[in-house]
């Protein structure tokens, strides 16, 4: 063997191990996708319980569906689940609490900056309640 083909059958390993290397470590692209898609998700359930703590700030109240935050103010346009395209689930709970769910395609990292987003596979619901001392 010549030093050409031996420099090509080592930088041909070389970039193949890379690779594995990469997917081993990162995931493959449709993994990756799948994380991406519940960041967005949780952004999104971000985006809402913001958008609830004004409407709660102006009108002492929660609202009883989220189409009442479509202000213009609040919000623009209803966010919504980026694959399917359906509206997250809303649900008053009591007159101070409500849950924000959304169904996610891979475990929350367990090093997330924020806890309380932490979710499993499936159906993940989050509950947030405020008190009438915030508003005093």
């Known amino acids: 063997m010549n030093v050409n083909g031996f420099t090509f059958w080592t ?12 997917f081993v470590i990162l995931g493959s692209p449709g993994e990756q996708r799948l994380v991406r898609l519940d960041e967005l998700r949780i952004a999104h359930l971000v985006q809402l ?7 709660w700030e102006a009108q002492d109240e929660l609202p009883l569906k ?3 935050l479509l202000d213009g103010r609040r ?4 966010p919504s689940d980026p694959e399917t395209g359906l509206a997250y689930e809303y649900e008053q709970l009591d007159p101070t609490s409500y ?4 169904s996610f395609d891979r475990q929350s990292a367990s090093q997330l900056a924020v806890d309380f987003w932490i979710h499993d596979v499936g159906r993940g ?8 001392l915030e508003n005093d």
């Open 75 to 78: 919000l623009s346009r209803m």
């Open 99 to 102: 849950q924000l769910c959304a």
């Open 11 to 22: 930088s041909t390993c070389a970039v193949t191990l890379v690779l594995i290397a990469s």
């Open 49 to 55: 319980t913001e958008a609830v703590d004004d409407y």
């Open 66 to 68: 989220m189409s009442e």
């Open 125 to 132: 619901c989050f509950t947030f309640t405020h008190s009438d």
